[in-house]
């Protein structure tokens, strides 16, 4: 899934569960990005992105060979062509923008247009004259869920996949993990500066313009401290910011997942601190694997991990939550995290999330847990 710069506005309307439906607001604010190639390119040119998904496809060949395809949210039609490649016999390749036109054409200049057939819509409205074996699809947001995208996967797969049907990718996991980082240090700064800034501009003039505008003190504080300190920071961190043991804090069987399942997630780890270091934000990111199901495994497993990496990383990178105030933090200490994270009220394809953090230090002192609410938008 794209680095989108907003998650976009209420769900897609379609014949799966009871969602919001505004699907006007979605298009406007969700689906648009996906149109523009320079967005589509974006997730092309992410080489660890198509290196798994491209080794996930042809050296599972078996799964493709004379079997139908669902390819859901096909944008340029990559993953689609490579099924068709692979030796698929019908691909359908379901995408909602007007990107399907720039698939359908390369589809025809790849030669598959025999095999790939492009269907604009969205997947929980296009109806498919027959049941699929494979659902093929990237779905994944920043931290797995930001974008609410597998719920359309889901859609699918419960209207068109075959019993002993396979998912592309099959399992999906949330990792949480304690970072040090300097990150936040400019972005306090930049909150402190903003302040001050409020600060000359309400008290200097005492009126303005004839208009005491104190009274906005407190909102303007509380919206840039969601903006600089609560919001998630996307990051490609070096693994050695990370300074304990990173914990998965969700297990996601795509074959059986439910949307209730990923409309809330919960989860309390604990994180063993490996070094003595300042930890200053938990970093979240996700990975998924390509392993078949149980009844229909795959030839050879293949992971796609948008972990700390000091290659580089992916476009996805990793989201990095700040912890107000930073922790000094040595080997042997552990770190009790309680998390959640839900659907924004005003935009379900964004998440709001809660921490609640507390240190356990090696020689038996507790401190305060300390709680914090933090936005992935
Ligand atoms: C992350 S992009 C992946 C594009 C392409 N499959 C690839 O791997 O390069 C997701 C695509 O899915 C499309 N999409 C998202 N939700 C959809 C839905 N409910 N129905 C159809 N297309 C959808 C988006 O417009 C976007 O082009």
């Given at each position: 899934m794209a680095?989108l710069p907003n998650g976009g506005g209420a769900a897609a309307s379609g014949?799966?569960?009871a969602r919001p439906v505004d699907k006007e607001v979605d298009f406007a604010n969700y689906f648009c990005t996906y149109a ?37 949210g ?22 909602a923008t ?24 969205t997947?929980e409205d ?15 947001g920043y931290?797995?869920l930001r974008e609410s995208m597998f719920d359309s ?110 409309r ?78 839900v659907r924004s009220k005003e935009n379900h394809r964004l998440m709001d ?22 936005y992935l938008e």
């Open positions: 680095s014949s799966c569960g523009y190639l320079y967005h589509q390119k974006e997730m092309l040119c992410d080489r660890v992105r198509m290196d798994a998904y491209h080794s996930a496809v042809f050296r599972n060949a078996p799964h493709f060979q004379g079997k139908v395809v669902l390819d859901v096909t944008g340029s039609g990559i993953l689609a062509i490579w099924s068709a490649q692979a030796g698929a016999r019908k691909v359908y390749a379901v995408e007007n990107m399907a036109e720039h698939a359908r054409e390369l589809a025809r200049a790849n030669g598959v247009t025999d095999i790939v057939e492009v269907i604009q819509g997947v296009v109806d498919l004259p027959e049941k699929v074996d494979v659902i093929i699809s990237e779905w994944m931290f797995l996967v889901i859609c699918a797969r419960d209207r068109w996949l075959k019993p002993d049907g396979v998912m592309y990718p099959s399992h999906a996991r949330m990792w949480l993990a304690p970072i040090r980082t300097g990150l936040g240090d400019k972005k306090r700064e930049d909150f402190d500066i903003a302040m001050d800034d409020w600060s000359l501009f309400v008290q200097d003039t005492q009126t303005y313009y004839g208009v005491n505008m104190n009274a906005l003190t407190k909102a303007y504080r509380a919206e840039h401290e969601k903006y600089y300190l609560k919001s998630s920071i996307w990051n490609n961190l070096h693994p050695n910011q990370v300074i304990g043991q990173p914990a998965a804090i969700k297990e996601i069987d795509c074959l059986t997942a439910t949307v209730d399942e990923i809330e997630v919960r989860a309390q780890v604990t994180l063993p601190i490996r070094m003595e270091a300042r930890l200053s934000a938990l970093a979240g990111w996700f990975d998924v694997h390509f392993r078949g199901s149980a009844q229909n495994p795959g030839v050879e497993e293949v992971e796609l991990t948008t972990a700390p990496d000091e290659h580089g990383g992916t476009h996805w990178g990793q989201q990095v939550f700040l912890l107000t105030p930073p922790l000094s933090v040595t080997k042997g200490d552990n770190v009790n995290v309680s998390f959640s994270m999330m809660e921490f609640t953090y507390e240190l356990h230090e090696l020689s038996g002192r507790k401190h305060p847990a300390v709680k914090t609410k933090m």
